[in-house]
């Protein structure tokens, strides 16, 4: 009894594990032929490489956007601060097939976490005015970097002021 009941659990096993391996093989051909086809379907790109400095405002090699900066521990957009950001607004406008991406930045006081909130703060609060502005949302992402990308490396206010900012980063559409 014992070997009827082996051979027919082998014969059965035999059967599930062929219709596995049938059934995967089919399915794979399947994916092959999707993905064929949607790689014929897909959209062209474009190739044209980016003249921009990927270090946005902050290298200073693109003209007509300007990095904005803050106050110690604020988000809050001054006169001066604002008038800049207009003026890139007014470049955005000109440029319709650029989105930007507003990094915020921090001094080096404060906790790692602190700092990444703040930055995303100062982020927010320029985005939202560029939008106040007429600049579509979609075309603007937010990034904080908190302390970790600094431009002046020393401990002092003339340093601390230049690291508390915004810069704005052009990304193809």
């Known amino acids: 009894m014992f070997n009827q009941y082996t051979k027919k659990f082998v014969q059965v096993s ?3 594990t062929l219709a596995f391996a049938l059934g995967a093989c089919s399915s794979k051909k399947k994916t092959e032929e999707t993905t ?3 790689v014929q379907q897909a959209p062209q790109i474009d190739n044209t490489a980016m003249s921009f400095d ?7 090699n693109i003209s007509g956007l300007q990095t904005v900066n803050f106050d110690y ?6 006169a001066e601060t604002k008038k800049k950001i207009a003026g890139n607004v007014d470049w955005m406008k000109s440029k319709a097939n650029v989105n930007i991406q507003i990094e915020g930045h921090c001094d080096a006081r404060g906790s790692i976490e602190y700092n990444l909130s703040l930055g995303e703060r100062r982020a927010r609060s320029v985005k939202d005015y560029m939008v106040s502005l007429g600049i579509p949302a979609a075309r603007l ?8 990308k600094p431009l002046a490396k020393g401990d002092d206010e003339a340093s601390y002021s230049k690291n508390r900012r915004a810069n704005f980063v052009p990304l193809a559409q």
């Open 14 to 16: 035999c059967a599930i």
């Open 36 to 38: 064929t086809e949607q």
């Open 54 to 60: 990927a270090a946005g405002s902050d290298s200073g």
């Open 73 to 78: 521990d604020k988000a809050t957009l001054s």
């Open 141 to 148: 992402s937010i990034i904080s970097y908190g302390k970790e």
